[in-house]
């Protein structure tokens, strides 16, 4: 019996480790519980980018539905998807850029503010340019609160200041019309009742 349970028990490994190796290949990787869905924005208080004078904070919600969008210049992904968001803001969705810059870091690279500032022009000329204004996460802090792993990522916000999307990778048209959209015709639809 002994003998028989040492040859069973590299079956039953191989069986359990095929299984779990099976189901990842049918799982997709942007899609994961957000722990962020359904709470408050995290509390921040932050420059703009282009004027370290304004200073916004979570008031930048009130009354207003707003898709906070993580980029940056070093983010490929960021740039095609930008001139999407720029069609949608012409259509009167509102963006916010939550623009972080790893170089500015002084572990990671050396560029001053002023060089990030001239490459976020370069860019949003170049791809289109969606945002109300930028708010600079300056040691990433409010992205981490978020539980971002990467740029780009979006959250739809409420009037309320209540997470109700967040989206890891690019918005496009797919993915507008069926994570995005649902969400903010409901959210219209409540003001009108109201």
Not at 1 to 30: N, Q
Not at 143 to 161: K, S, W
């Amino acid at each position: 019996m002994k003998r028989l349970s040492w040859f069973l028990l590299p079956f039953i490994l191989f069986l359990g480790l095929s299984v779990f190796l099976f189901k990842g290949l049918f799982s997709d990787p942007t899609e994961r519980e957000s722990e962020v869905l359904a709470e408050p924005f995290p509390a921040f208080k932050l420059p703009d980018l282009m004027d370290e004078s304004i200073i916004y904070d979570n008031r930048i919600f009130d009354g207003e539905i707003t898709l906070i969008n993580v980029w940056g210049v070093w983010c490929i992904t960021c740039a095609i998807e930008l001139p999407y968001l720029t069609e949608l803001s012409q259509q009167g969705i509102r963006f916010v850029g939550l623009y972080y810059d790893q170089d500015i870091d002084p572990d990671f690279g050396t560029k001053t503010i002023n060089r990030v500032r001239s490459e976020v022009r370069e860019t949003l000329g170049r791809y289109g340019n969606p945002f109300e204004f930028n708010i600079f996460d300056v040691y990433r802090d409010t992205a981490l609160d978020l539980g971002v792993t990467g740029a780009p990522e979006t959250f739809l916000v409420d009037r309320n200041g209540v997470i109700r999307v967040h989206h890891l990778g690019d918005v496009n048209p797919r993915v507008w019309a069926a994570k995005f959209q649902p969400v903010l015709d409901e959210l219209q639809g409540q003001v009108e009742e109201g």
